[in-house]
């Protein structure tokens, strides 16, 4: 895991879709941050949940969502895709003034879009303990 802060200039187009992927989030949440959203200027969200666990990432970006996963988890998370940094900043800014507690958050990179939701989810929950306890993780 590297905390090299990234320049639009720098990022890459791992893929051409500019979205978000929302995951697990209820109808009322859903309003909320499609509003935060619009004002950031990401129209496009992906919602999906723990029964698309199964589908990679890339497939879930090209619209081919499996949701015969049956492994069920609870938590909540936002994925941007070819999203530049300071509109997701000015998004995680206005989760915080609508008082939405910061779901796990990733950009995809070119190792996550090969990996399952299930890998993804897996690695930011370990990756926000081990923050929490001031340690390093090794993504798996």
């Given at each position: 895991m590297t905390f090299k802060k990234i320049?639009?200039?720098?990022q890459q187009n791992i893929h051409d879709?500019?979205?978000m992927i929302l995951v697990n989030f209820n109808n009322k949440e859903l309003t909320a941050i499609k509003t935060v959203s619009s004002f950031a200027g990401i129209k496009d969200r992906i919602v999906v949940n723990s029964k698309n666990g199964n589908a990679k990432i890339k497939d879930i970006l090209d619209g081919?969502?499996?949701?015969?996963?049956e492994e069920v988890w609870n938590e909540k998370a936002i994925i941007f895709n070819n999203i530049p940094t300071n509109r997701v900043s000015g998004f995680l800014d206005g989760?915080?003034?609508?008082?939405?507690?910061?779901?796990?958050?990733?950009m995809v990179t070119e190792v996550s879009i090969e990996w399952k939701l299930n890998t993804l989810i897996y690695?930011?929950?370990e990756e926000r303990k081990a923050i929490a306890k001031g340690q390093f993780v090794d993504h798996k």
């Open positions: 320049n639009d200039n720098e879709r500019s979205c081919n969502i499996a949701d015969d996963n989760l915080k003034k609508m008082k939405i507690r910061r779901p796990l958050t990733a690695n930011l929950k």
